[in-house]
């Protein structure tokens, strides 16, 4: 990850070419440690307009439900992160000229 942490990634679901799905456990640094025991990142692919849709889901489990209020603005910035990596990747797609 971008601030050091190294995270193993478990593949729960693997259907090429529609699904990806994994699991991380542990590895979150602190503060996000005391909140956050695990993710899990779900990666889905449908045909739409001549391309591929992707849809990127994570879910959080927390260390306990008193996590949740300080937990939620959290997630809202880490959807915005998911975004970034979705757009990166159009970007990466559209302006890549074919091999």
């Known amino acids: 990850m971008t601030d050091g942490t190294v995270l193993e990634e478990v593949i729960l679901a693997y259907d090429p070419p529609a699904k990806h799905r994994y ?27 001549g391309g591929t849709q992707i849809v990127w889901s994570y879910t959080f489990g927390l260390t306990s439900p008193l996590a949740y ?31």
Not at 26 to 41: E, N, V, Y
Not at 76 to 99: H, K, N, V
């Open 69 to 99: 209020p300080l937990a939620w603005p959290i997630a809202l910035l880490f959807r915005g992160w998911l975004q970034q990596g979705l757009d990166a990747i159009r970007t990466e797609i559209l302006c890549t000229p074919p091999s």
């Open 23 to 49: 699991r991380w456990e542990g590895g979150a640094k602190f503060p996000f440690s005391m909140l956050i025991r695990s993710g899990t990142g779900t990666w889905e692919f449908t045909e739409a307009e």
